[in-house]
């Protein structure tokens, strides 16, 4: 290994340490929350519990992008929290970003953050509360007046928790960020294509586009069937990839 890129958050100086011996310890230590293409581990460094993602080793090609000419996703993951945070929408806070380069080529990146136990939206699926469904379009609609078009939208990278505070009864969180796009003032186009896959449900998708486009004003009735062609076209693509990879 050559060398590494370590970045730290301020606010979370104490974990300069754990930082450092990432790369070296990660397989060893920790306990493992996912592991496909990504690996998701869970550490508690000086009794602060710690989430580590370990994006998928890129291809050679993808190592010179994210050496000479891109951020790699790691580095993303890192800035794109601070920024959220800046615009006021919840998500863990970045803590540290660890990038390992091997022969002077971007290797292996690692974000960490704060931990959230707060349980994810896939309970929409099972039961599908509307005063729920009505507080994440408002959400969903704040989401994009601010300009944040989250890259990987569905149920599963949505975090909430009841909440009297806030304005409809629930405070979100978004996690799974990296790939996500930041729009002035983005279009109406632009945003339904944002919620194509909030959920491949059709019926819990079409309460949730209309709710979303009544606060907004739009014609709902237009709207769903707009994001309804739009993931008819998604999932062809999708269908046709899995059949050319199956037949490798």
Sequence with gaps: MDNMKITVNPMFSGVDSFAMGLHANFESEGEVLYDRRNKVKCFT??????????????????????TFIRKSKARRAYSYALRLKD???????????????????????????????????????ETP??????????????MHSKGVLHGDLNLSNILYRPDETEAHGY?????????SRFVDNPSQ???LRNLVRVSHDRQLNERIISHYAQIRGWNQNEC?????RMLDTFEKKRRIKRKIKNKK
């Excluded at 469904?133 to 969903?140: S, V």
């Design 45 to 66: 460094v000086n009794g602060l519990t710690l989430v580590v993602k370990r994006y998928k080793r890129p291809f050679l090609l993808q190592r010179f992008d994210y």
């Design 87 to 125: 615009l006021c929408i919840d998500t863990p806070e970045a803590v540290a970003c660890v990038e390992a380069y091997k022969h002077g080529l971007f290797d292996v990146g690692y974000f960490v953050s704060t931990y959230c136990g707060d349980p994810d939206l896939k309970i929409l699926k």
């Design 129 to 142: 509360d509307d005063g729920l469904i009505a507080a994440f379009a408002h959400f969903l609609v704040n």
């Design 171 to 179: 405070h979100f969180t978004v996690i799974d960020t990296n790939r």
């Design 189 to 191: 186009r632009q945003c």
């Design 224 to 228: 769903v069937r707009t994001v309804e």
